[in-house]
């Protein structure tokens, strides 16, 4: 005991037990709802427990897995889109040499707007009827007004317009950071050697940057995969479910159904997903810095 | 309970510039009690606690701490939590009529507590609408039913009039059947500047209004054991109504995201022809600040169905008292005081359906007095409907879950991706799913 008490254990308790507190024992009881048809509106239900029920019921849900394969492609597509614009942004933000540092705090002003603010901003730009978008598209002769967020093709892209429109400068920013760290000599003796923009951009730039690449990839796709406020304001996940992604249809079960153990089983699913993708970009992030040692 | 009985007093009111009936009034001395309270909140129901609150107070000694006010959808989820939690600790609380039943026995009876001449002063059938299994869980505060708006110089246009008649054959005259609104809402068309009507476009708002569609056509949603019957001709007819209107394109595009507030104001905005609207944006409507159209609405009942029903979906907002509140005598006499004769008044001025009959006289009477033909006008549809057309949605607590997993598939019909039978066989199969689990059969 009297060596427990003077070890490295004693020093850890206090991060254990918060850590315990507020993220272990919420799991655990969250994952349990998960075995349980809990629901908000009849706490008794939280104490009977149904087995893999919930989860058997999930694989044969056709809604619940278009919805995964929904938000994995909405995903895929938003990170790589803001992937580029985020290192455009980043590439020229770069080459400025007078006033910079006031564009850097421009470039994050998307960032500071609530996502619930920035899904009414723009469910108005893209409203079919006083909308922006069609409004300014009738100067230019298209009479008819596009359904922008009807369509489910628009509805979508409108959706990743917006999340793009506001994270684009999460990425820009780490590029930028990353782009400041780069060393000179490589890229001055590369041009010395006669290697022309798109070469020292491939062979030098893009690989001291691939790092930072993968740690903006990683924490923009743990942000992604849990986007609901944008959405919620935009569509709701509608209509006909055409823009449905995992957590409008995980709410709507939880909160307004009140069935949270249904939702807590599709949130232990979705998780999956989250841990994937982090696990791939990591699994690059280590990849990309060996490459660079080597080189 | 005593005080609350010795502080029973019967009294006539006087407010304003109308006398209602005698009105048995709750008041009590409450010092040094504070309930807290979570409300309903935004424009339209925030000046009812602006006056009420302060007379309660000044009258009782007590205070009223809101803990919560924001919007219906927010105030459900937030006490679905609550009770999840067993955090019930407040008083009282906003409730709907179609929100209720989901609760379950959070909400005291009140005809355990509300005096039977208190309880003498409301609508009969509207006390009957806010009881869940025998249990009164609500004082009713104004009730909702939808009639028809339209912009009245497009009626009595002659050029309108002659080429209505040679296409459809029948005098161009406000709508008595839905059939006759599509036929208007097409021909008034003329997007994308206008449109003959529109409809709120998803959630429990567009199951609602399918659901009273199929009942004004002579179907039913459920049978009596809670089977879902809707997929039957009654229920593909309601769907192609709304499906013909969207093809034809006599609604906006963007319908299918519209709720109230999208419909309100696209009529306010003098694009829309015809607009199926709950009483309370009458005034809205009719205010030149806001509105294009003031001053050129006409009103009429709801339309009928095929099967010669009309239209008549309704509910009534109110107020719930918790089982936990630790002074129900007090929260009794806030109950009484948020819905009397005074607080039904000031509602009713702002165009809202008051639950007490008298206050139905009085507010007619003072429309009359002061020449208002439009709120007269107003008063007098939404008094008729609310007392021949009114019906409420099936009062269940799977009544929003129902409408989640009907909803989507109407949207699909609407739009084409599925059959109107395919929408509704899907939609009537999940909802087997649903009533099986809560176990009615």
């Not at chain 1, 919930?54 to 895929?76: H, K, P, Q």
């Not at chain 1, 009414?120 to 008819?144: A, S, T």
């Not at chain 2, 609150?53 to 919007?71: L, R």
């Not at chain 2, 809707?230 to 013909?244: C, K, M, P, T």
Request: charged share 20%.
């Amino acid at each position: 005991m009297r060596k427990f008490l003077n070890g490295p254990w004693v020093l850890l308790m206090p991060t254990l037990i918060i850590l315990t507190c507020v993220v272990l024992l919420p799991l655990l009881l969250s994952l349990w709802t998960s075995f349980t048809p809990f629901k908000l509106t009849k706490p008794d239900t939280l104490y009977r427990f149904v087995g893999f029920r919930n989860y058997e019921r999930l694989i044969g849900d056709i809604d619940f897995w278009i919805a995964f394969g929904r938000t994995v492609l909405f995903l895929a597509v938003a990170l790589n889109l803001e992937l580029v614009f985020g290192l455009g942004i980043a590439l020229l933000i770069n080459k400025i040499t007078y006033g910079q540092r006031t564009l850097r705090t421009l470039m994050m002003f998307p960032m500071m707007f609530s996502p619930i603010l920035v899904g009414f901003q723009w469910k108005y730009i893209f409203n079919d009827n006083i909308g922006l978008m069609n409004n300014f598209l009738r100067e230019f002769g298209v009479i008819q007004p596009i359904p922008w967020l009807v369509d489910g093709i628009l509805a979508n892209t409108s959706i990743m317009a917006a999340e793009i429109w506001s994270s684009t400068s999460v990425f820009a920013i780490l590029l930028l950071a990353g782009l400041l760290g780069i060393p000179k000599d490589p890229i001055e003796a590369a041009k010395v050697d006669g290697c022309n923009s798109w070469q020292v951009f491939k062979n030098i730039t893009l690989p001291f940057l691939m790092p930072f690449v993968f740690i903006a990839m990683t924490i923009r796709s743990l942000d992604v995969a849990r986007a609901y406020d944008i959405v919620q304001m935009m569509t709701g996940g509608g209509p006909a479910k055409r823009t449905e992604l995992l957590w409008t249809l995980i709410s709507r079960t939880g909160y307004v159904d009140a069935k949270m153990g249904m939702a807590n089983a599709m949130s232990y699913i979705s998780i999956f997903l989250s841990i994937a993708f982090t696990f791939f970009f990591f699994y690059k992030l280590v990849e990309a810095r060996q490459r660079l040692s080597y080189e | 309970m005593l005080r609350l009985f010795l502080s029973l007093v019967l009294a006539v009111s006087f407010f304003g510039s109308f006398s209602a009936k005698a009105e048995t009034e709750l008041w009590g001395d409450y010092s040094g009690v504070t309930l807290r309270v979570k409300l309903i909140g935004g424009g339209q129901y925030e000046g009812l606690y602006n006056e009420v609150i302060p007379w309660w107070e000044e009258n009782t000694g007590g205070k009223i701490e809101i803990v919560t006010q924001k919007n219906h959808f927010e105030l459900d989820k937030e006490i679905k939590k609550d009770i999840a939690s067993g955090n019930l600790d407040f008083c009282v609380a906003s409730n709907h009529t179609s929100f209720a039943s989901q609760y379950g026995n959070i909400y005291t009876d009140l005809n355990n507590i509300m005096p039977a001449s208190v309880l003498a002063d409301y609508t009969p059938l509207i006390l009957e609408h806010s009881t869940v299994d025998g249990r009164l869980v609500q004082m009713p505060r104004h009730s909702d039913v939808s009639n028809l708006y339209y912009q009245k110089s497009l009626y009595e246009d002659a050029d309108n009039k002659a080429n209505f008649k040679a296409k459809y054959g029948y005098d161009l005259t406000p709508p008595e059947t839905w059939d006759q609104v599509k036929d208007q809402a097409i021909f008034f068309s003329n997007p994308p500047d206008f449109y003959g009507t529109q409809y709120v476009g998803k959630e429990e708002a567009i199951a609602g209004r399918f659901y009273e569609l199929i009942i004004a056509n002579g179907g039913a949603l459920f049978d009596e054991d809670y089977r879902p019957i809707f997929n039957s001709a009654a229920g593909v007819e309601a769907l192609q109504w709304f499906i013909d209107l969207y093809n034809a394109k006599a609604v906006p595009d963007g319908v299918l995201n519209y709720l109230w507030d999208d419909t309100g104001l696209g009529f306010a905005s003098g694009t829309i022809a015809m607009n199926l609207d709950w009483a309370g944006w009458a005034g809205f409507f009719n205010d030149p600040e806001n509105s294009k159209v003031a001053g050129d609405i006409g009103l009429v009942r709801a339309p009928m169905g095929s099967g010669g029903l009309r239209t008549g979906w309704s509910g009534s907002h109110s107020f719930s008292m918790t089982e936990s509140c630790p002074d129900k005598e007090a929260a009794a006499s806030f109950l009484w005081a948020l819905t009397s004769n005074k607080a039904q008044m000031i509602e009713a001025r702002g165009g809202l359906s008051p639950t007490r009959p008298a206050i139905w006289d009085a507010i007619i009477a003072e429309k009359k007095a002061e020449g208002d033909e439009f709120m007269l006008m107003v008063f007098e549809t939404f008094k008729m409907s609310l007392a021949e057309d009114a019906f409420t949605p099936p009062l269940i607590p799977e009544w929003i879950e129902f409408t989640n997993v009907l909803y989507p598939e109407l949207q699909a019909a609407i739009l084409g991706d599925k059959s109107p039978e395919d929408a509704l066989a899907t939609a009537s199969k999940k909802a087997t799913e649903i009533m099986e689990d809560a176990g009615y059969f």
